[in-house]
């Protein structure tokens, strides 16, 4: 299958050709190329990687479009963007297609990420008609007060590409119908889609400038992306990636009195308690951990498991990984390869903090699938890609870098507790606070581990995966700021609040001076028979 180039795109590809219109040199910050990681042969995109000055061009040119963007009715903002979703469903199979080829994704994930997008659309084609405001009553005569949702301006938007159209459609959706203009930054590694992506915004009637895409390593995106909130040409930063990266950017747009939405990585703990039904705790963490080969920012980190069903759990849970197919993500299987060859050395450096004290279970091995070191029941060919054992370690202590490190691999740690209280604790101690989940048929559990786990997302008898797009997604402390994707809540994101005070009495009206008062009888009593004592 013949590869396609992939460029900065700034304006729309009709307005400039597909060139990026900056004056930096062509090829002076390389090439990447984006592999199959099922089928390292198979280059699905070659991608020329641009630096600092691009990305402040495309934030300049999104700043000139963007004033035009919100001048337009929010309704209509709307439309464009239930187009955008009509044309990802016409090219859903299409779109699922590449995700699987880019990323290794199994085609059945990408299916659902793919109508992920289509759900989001259909969210903020209403929000359109919805973006609200206020009138409020004056303490004054012949005065109104109004609160109106202004745009915030440019956003720049830099995505992981783990989820990569799903979550990018988090961001462009809702900052697009609230009039905003956008520079988009992806993964490197999901280039081809990311272009798929823009190309149907595009011709869903997103205006030139107000999509911009933008190809640059992580490096020069950060001294682009300072150099255009110097300029003032970025208004709002929405960071998707880990949280070292995540508190850099932060700290920058800090200095430029912004908060940026952040959405970072996870530690996300399971508990599963005495009384948990416990083949669907099996599954609900199969899913959660392994899924996607545990690259997800909402995968399973560490279970947390009751003493007294421990040994009994994990005897299923060894049983059922070592019974899961694994392999080419074009087939029925749990998960396929590793995203990128960066992420199978990370996943490989965590495999080293393996201890004498862990028992390691869920299949033959560790490490790369290979011809000396096989999976049972693997199928295709895993010489062709990054394919990987799952593994589960049980005997976690809390001192362990698996026990406190998000890992972003198919690794998953067991731990155990006596009291709720202690496993709240364990789920809240590597500071995490994306996802958690916790397996009882007790309500009350649920409810306490609810109160007391820092998880911004709380699933009872459900894995810690599986975001709905009309709830809020994200996370707190070293999983993200507060910030809140998807449903209603993304809109204070993207927008600000004005109010507006209309005095048409013909005089000035001074707030807290010129206000009538009725002063109350304070030295009044009730009489004795109004009492109710004698």
């Keep these: 299958m013949e590869a396609t180039t992939c460029g900065s795109v700034i304006g729309s590809p009709e307005e400039t050709g597909g060139s990026t219109g900056s004056s930096a040199p062509r090829g002076e910050y390389g090439q990447y190329l984006s592999r199959n990681p099922a089928e390292l042969d198979d280059v699905v995109a070659r991608v020329q990687l641009d630096g600092p000055d691009t990305f402040l061009a495309a934030a300049r040119r999104a700043k000139q479009a963007q004033r035009e963007w919100s001048r337009v009715p929010a309704p209509v903002r709307g439309r464009v963007v239930a187009g955008f979703g009509r044309l990802v469903e016409a090219n859903k199979q299409a779109l699922a297609g590449l995700v699987t080829r880019e990323i290794g994704k199994p085609y059945t994930e990408a299916l659902g990420e793919v109508q992920e997008i289509i759900d989001t659309c259909d969210y903020f084609v209403g929000e359109g008609r919805r973006l609200y405001g206020q009138t409020v009553p004056s303490?004054?005569?012949?005065?109104?007060?109004?609160?109106?949702r202004a745009p915030v301006g440019v956003a720049a938007v830099i995505t992981a590409g783990n989820f990569p159209v799903a979550v990018p459609s988090?961001?462009?959706?809702?900052?697009?119908?609230?009039?905003?203009?956008?520079?988009?930054?992806?993964?490197?590694?999901a280039a081809a889609t990311a272009?798929?992506?823009?190309?149907?915004?595009?011709?869903?009637?997103?205006?030139?400038?107000?999509?911009?895409?933008?190809?640059?390593?992580g490096q020069p995106t950060f001294e682009g992306l300072r150099a255009a909130l110097e300029d003032g040409a970025v208004d709002k930063v929405g960071f998707t990636g880990s949280s070292d990266v995540g508190r850099d950017i932060g700290e920058l747009c800090g200095r430029h009195l912004q908060t940026p939405c952040l959405e970072l990585g996870g530690k996300n703990p399971m508990v599963v308690a005495a009384d948990a039904e416990l083949d669907l705790a099996v599954e609900g963490a199969l899913f959660s951990g392994w899924g996607t080969g545990g690259q997800r920012c909402t995968s399973l980190g560490n279970l947390i498991v009751h003493r007294d069903v421990h040994d009994e759990f994990v005897s299923r849970l060894d049983t059922a990984l070592r019974e899961a197919t694994i392999g080419n993500p074009t087939q029925d299987v749990l998960y396929g390869p590793m995203l990128d060859r960066k992420f199978a050395d990370g996943f490989e450096s965590f495999l080293e903090e393996i201890a004498p004290h862990h028992r390691v279970l869920g299949s033959e091995s560790t490490g790369r699938i290979t011809d000396s070191n096989p999976r049972k029941?693997?199928?295709?060919?895993?010489?062709?890609?990054?394919?990987?054992?799952?593994v589960l370690v049980d005997g976690l202590r809390t001192e362990d870098t698996l026990f406190r490190r998000e890992t972003f691999g198919p690794i998953v740690?067991?731990?155990?507790?006596?009291?709720?209280?202690?496993?709240?604790e364990l789920g809240n101690m590597p500071g995490y606070g994306l996802s958690a989940a916790v397996y009882t048929t007790d309500p009350g559990t649920a409810f306490r581990f609810r109160e007391g786990i820092g998880a911004g997302m709380v699933s009872a008898n459900n894995s810690t995966s599986g975001a709905e797009a009309h709830l809020p997604f994200g996370g707190n402390g070293r999983s993200g700021n507060g910030s809140r994707l998807s449903g209603m809540w993304v809109i204070d994101q993207f927008t600000r609040w004005q109010s507006l005070n209309w005095d048409f009495s013909g005089k000035l009206q001074k707030a807290q001076m010129d206000v009538g008062a009725v002063e109350p009888q304070l030295d009044y009593r009730l009489p004795t028979e109004l009492r109710g004592h004698r």
């Design 139 to 148: 303490e004054m005569p012949d005065k109104q007060l109004f609160t109106f």
């Design 170 to 189: 988090w961001y462009l959706a809702p900052a697009l119908v609230c009039g905003n203009a956008v520079v988009w930054k992806p993964a490197e590694y």
């Design 195 to 217: 272009r798929a992506l823009a190309e149907l915004a595009w011709r869903a009637g997103v205006p030139a400038g107000a999509l911009n895409l933008v190809y640059a390593e």
């Design 377 to 390: 029941g693997f199928r295709g060919d895993h010489s062709t890609g990054l394919y990987y054992h799952p």
């Design 413 to 424: 740690g067991v731990t155990t507790f006596e009291t709720l209280e202690e496993a709240i």
